[in-house]
């Protein structure tokens, strides 16, 4: 089968042999990481054939067949990388930077096969070769010898490509079905197995379908290649589709519309052309296709052969012989046979303007003559690639005005497309509904959850190739939670298809222009402009040239207020992928200069505008991290961290230490040590509020047992915290002695913000171990202190205002003693203080005091809205370390006002987030009570026992003397109930626990025992 005459092909990409040393003309690929396809081809038994002929044959035989493989390559402008005894190795994409390397490397392999059957070779029987095509990223490697340098390609999917052409029958090519997916193309194949292709390409290192690919129709003219999947409907193109029906339909009134589509690639151009031939269809209209291809962009009406014999095949039954019915000259008639069979040599005794002149009329012709027995609409796509004799031949026509014609391009393709075209239609990004519908449907039959199709949609931008392609690696992924699904997806590689696009479009950058849109890419997506300059002055040549490249190559964009962006995230996206590890180090580097100096500029003048944005610190941070300057990277998170706490902006803290706990891990042990030690004491409190300071214990012990010397004044904080640490991990006892220690400290250096803190966490011990007076002292004492002048200050690594914390507690313990009138002036005080600081935790403080007050009291209606408001802010925040009393104390409440649906809601999503387990206090307890008690309320007698028992379990387990108090309350009256006794047999009776209630003053409890008592 003849593919393609593409003879003048090989001079116009400019055969990369042939001029230039290889590695020189390569440089600015070196260092890249390239989305390429790689062929291997092989002689088959070579080795007994050698053995069969003598030594200069055998020579003459190899030399001829590599020649030939060689030239089957260069023709489709692949490059050869390595001859290997037998065996030629090859990349398309690389140099010329093609889009379609799958397409070009399925094509040579064709080729070659074709060109060993015809006896090209010159020996009898001709050896067969087998090839093997697979694309994947590769790096290009630059290897010196003793004779030069050559050059070698990295990559999985080199060695995958080798293992596939092993697959190969003799005489056949194999491709992978990545290459498949990649050629849009109708193929024909033939399954071929499947291959281990492993590494990063495919998730779980699935097994990768191996085809023998038996022909690609490269020119067909009846139908329009869409990339990927066309079965789903066209969304989100209403208005657009509506002018391809004006269009179509006019035709039928003989009214002869033409109409331009210009969009990004992968906008849906191919798709509308495609929509236009299925409602021509509708409509009994014919169509015929013209597509542009780079391959063909250098020969003169290469893209027309196709169409021309589609425009013959369709006139068969009205004209058998077109070239009479045309009234075509004898040269025209030539000219017709040569181009139709995609020959070159036609008429080759005429001058080139005579040829030209002479093949626009045959064509126009031609397209005539069928336009005259059927109606007609031509249907040209990639505009921007037709040459400039296709382009004649359609302005020829549309100047007919007989012939409907739509013609979609990318934007680079305007000027040639302007000229042909009445009316113009830009299609733009899809809109966030269109786009939603979109990714839904594809996922229809397995639907995913909504938070991994919103990250689809941001990623995708509006790009339809981008969310189609997403959207269908999302029926890959096995369902994961939405953090982990949308990990995945942005951790996984971008989809070979829409890699191969974005990629294209970076290779075509040179040298200067790639190391800016490097530095770009590592400064994000969004820049401000001064950064583009001073990148482009330190990585550059000729920064101005190089930015207007970016800029006309559509990978940047200027949007005013000193700003630019890249065109497409995914454009940032690509172009930071394509860099090797190497390259994108440095380009952090150089990042960081660039930031360091902005900060510096704008430091001095203190913002005295000039509308440079201030680098912050978690950037510098991360360009520094990224650059391999990990101590600097640290001195950076650390002022991040300050400035984040100081902002009060907890989750950036918690992210802040988990990159520098990343970062710390990579230092030796023992500074790795100390770093983790001075983070932990920084971010204590605010994990605290989050519930996850347990993971800082390692790092607070070393600080407290002096293993770690951050000076005396933290090691006391750290003998709190560890104090405090222990409280919350239900072991009060423990933390008794760590709180001596600090004590001790404190004695010897007496320091106000620290006694303070040693107060507050003495109180919380005291109160678990059942020392309810001693508490409210704590507080008492603590509250003198704080009433001057501290108020509002914050204290060791506490950030939360003290003042409203002990305030809150100490209302809480004091409800619990009956205190109520010291109680409520204790609430109004933590209230005051929370608005006036504006401060979010210490407000959910004061509200769960003010809630848990009015609870007590039995005044449900007024506790319930606050402690609701609680209970939201909670969750919104993420404080959840106050996250079991939150919900308990709004459970209980709902219980006695009879929400028992809703208290049983917020309860078993309480159970379901499972922060009761993290949390060993009384906060807990109160979980356990809450659904003891909704379980009583549902008269559920044995449910409510066993959670009672439960309850009890938890406060002897925590050492929590009060509660445990409280949960034998609760387990006599859950059996006064049931009638049922609770538990085991050492439950005291209801006076034993009457009198140990009045022993500590638990006023709460001393009611309830009374009633029980009766
Ligand atoms: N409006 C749309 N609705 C659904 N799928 C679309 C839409 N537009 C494009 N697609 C899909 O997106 C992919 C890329 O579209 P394509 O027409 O090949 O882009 P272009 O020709 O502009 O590069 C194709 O798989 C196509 O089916
Ligand atoms: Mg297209």
Request: aromatic residues 4%.
């Amino acid at each position: 089968m003849r593919i393609l005459g593409v003879e003048n092909a090989e001079n116009a990409q400019g055969s990369p042999s042939r001029s230039g040393t290889l590695p020189e003309r390569l440089s600015a690929e070196l260092d890249s990481i390239r989305f390429a396809t790689i062929l291997f081809a092989d002689i088959v038994g070579s080795t007994r054939l050698l053995r069969a002929l003598d030594p200069e044959d055998g020579r003459d035989l190899l030399d001829s067949s590599i020649a030939l493989i060689q030239d089957a390559i260069h023709e489709f402008g692949g490059l050869v990388v390595r001859i290997q005894g037998d065996g030629v190795m090859a990349v398309f994409g690389v140099q010329p930077a093609a889009e379609d390397h799958a397409l070009r490397g399925a094509l040579a392999a064709l080729r070659i096969g074709e060109k060993m059957k015809s006896g090209a070779l010159g020996f009898l029987p001709a050896p067969q070769v087998r090839v093997g095509i697979h694309a994947g990223p590769i790096l290009l490697r630059r290897q010196d010898n003793d004779f030069g340098s050559i050059l070698d390609v990295v990559g999985h999917a080199a060695h995958v490509a080798g293992q596939i052409e092993k697959m190969a029958p003799p005489g056949s090519v194999a491709i992978s079905a990545t290459i498949a997916s990649l050629i849009a193309e109708p193929t024909e194949l033939r399954p071929a197995g499947s291959i281990e292709s492993g590494g990063s390409e495919t998730p779980e290192g699935r097994g990768e379908a191996v085809f023998e690919l038996l022909s690609v129709d490269f020119l067909g003219s009846d139908r329009v290649p869409v990339k990927g999947n066309a079965t789903a409907p066209v969304i989100g193109r209403e208005t657009e589709l509506e002018q391809l029906r004006a269009l179509v339909g006019g035709l039928a009134n003989a009214r002869q519309g033409t109409l331009a589509i210009i969009g990004e690639a992968g906008m849906g151009k191919s798709r509308l052309l495609l929509e236009a031939s299925r409602i021509a269809a509708g409509h009994g209209t014919t169509f015929a296709a013209v597509r542009g291809n780079a391959l063909l962009e250098a020969v003169p009406f290469g893209c027309l052969g196709g169409t021309l014999r589609h425009l013959i095949d369709l006139l068969q039954p009205f004209a058998p012989d077109p070239a009479v019915a045309a009234q075509l000259s004898a040269n025209e008639a030539a000219c017709l046979a040569g181009l139709s069979a995609n020959e070159t040599g036609w008429l080759s005794h005429l001058p080139p303007g005579d040829r030209s002149r002479i093949a626009t009329g045959t064509i126009v012709r031609i397209v005539e003559l069928a336009a005259a027995h059927m109606r007609l609409l031509l249907l040209v796509d990639d505009a921007q690639y037709l040459d400039s004799e296709t382009l004649m031949v359609l302005a020829a026509i549309t100047r007919g005005g007989r012939i409907a014609m739509i013609v979609a391009g990318r934007p680079e393709g305007l000027p040639r497309i302007n000229g042909l075209c009445a009316t113009q239609l830009r299609l733009g990004s899809l809109s966030r509904s269109a786009a939603r519908t979109l990714v839904s449907l594809i996922n229809r039959i397995a639907p995913v959850d909504d938070s991994v199709i919103d990250h689809v949609i941001d990623r995708a931008e509006g790009l339809p190739l981008a969310l189609q392609e997403f959207a269908v690696m999302l029926q890959g992924t096995p369902a994961a939670d939405a953090d982990g699904g949308d990990d995945a997806l942005s951790a996984a590689p971008l989809p070979a298809r829409l890699d191969a696009l974005l990629a294209a479009r970076l290779a075509a950058l040179d040298a200067d222009a790639t190391r800016l849109c490097q530095i770009c890419a590592v400064l994000g997506p969004v820049f401000p402009v001064s950064r583009l300059q001073r990148g482009g002055e330190l990585v550059c040549r000729n920064p101005v040239t190089a930015v207007a490249r970016l800029v006309d190559a559509r990978v940047i964009e200027f949007v005013g207020t000193g700003q630019a962006r890249f065109t497409h995230q995914l454009v940032q996206e690509a172009a930071y992928r394509a860099m090797a590890r190497r390259r994108r180090t440095a380009m952090h580097g150089n990042a960081l200069v660039i930031l360091k100096e902005a900060k510096a500029r704008t430091d001095l003048a203190l913002r005295a505008g000039t509308g440079d944005e201030t680098a912050s610190h978690a950037e510098l941070a991360t360009h520094a991290e990224k650059a391999g300057l990990h101590a600097e990277a640290l001195v950076h998170l650390w002022e991040a961290c300050v400035q984040a706490l100081s902002l009060a902006a907890i989750d950036a803290v918690r992210q802040l230490h988990e990159r520098a706990c990343a970062i710390v891990a990579r230092l030796p042990a023992a500074q790795a040590a100390f770093e983790r030690s001075r983070f932990a004491m920084l971010v204590f409190d605010t994990l605290q509020q989050l519930s996850l300071e347990q993971i800082l214990r390692t790092d607070v012990l070393a600080v407290a047992d002096g293993k770690v010397n951050l000076g005396p004044g933290l090691r006391t904080v750290a003998r709190i915290n560890m104090a405090l640490l222990d409280w919350i991990d239900g072991a009060p006892t423990r933390g008794m002695v760590w709180l001596a220690q600090a004590e001790a400290d404190l004695d010897k250096h007496e320091s106000l913000p620290r006694r303070t803190y040693a107060d507050l966490t003495a109180a919380y011990l005291a109160f678990s171990l059942g020392n309810p007076a001693e508490a409210v002292n704590r507080i008492d004492r603590l509250g003198a202190r704080l009433a001057d002048g501290l108020r509002g200050e914050t204290f060791g690594a506490v950030v939360v205002i003290p003042h409203v914390l002990a305030r809150a507690f100490g209302a809480w313990y004091l409800t619990d003693l009956g205190q109520t009138a010291k109680a409520r002036s204790w609430v109004a005080e933590a209230i005051n203080l929370s608005r006036r600081y504006t401060h979010a935790y210490s407000r959910m403080l004061a509200d769960l005091a003010h809630g848990y007050l009015h609870y007590r009291a039995g005044r449900m209606e007024r506790a319930l809205p606050i402690l609701r408001r609680a209970h939201a802010d909670c969750l919104r925040h993420d404080f959840l370390g106050f996250e079991p009393a939150c919900v308990s104390w709004l459970a209980l409440c709902m219980i006695e006002q009879g929400l028992l649906t809703e208290a049983a809601q917020v309860l078993s999503q309480s159970v379901e987030r499972g922060h009761f387990r993290k949390v060993r206090t009384s906060a807990t307890y109160y979980l356990h009570e809450a659904r003891a008690r909704l379980a009583m309320a549902r008269n559920e007698a044995s449910e409510a026992a066993n959670l009672a028992a439960l309850a009890l379990n938890h406060a002897r387990d925590c050492e929590d003397v009060v509660h445990e108090l409280h949960a034998l309350t609760l387990c006599a009256e859950v059996s006064a109930i049931s009638g049922q006794p609770v538990a085991r047999a050492d439950t005291p009776s209801i006076s034993t626990l009457k009198a140990r209630a009045d022993e500590l003053g638990l006023a709460v409890l001393q009611k309830r025992l009374e009633r029980l008592a009766i």
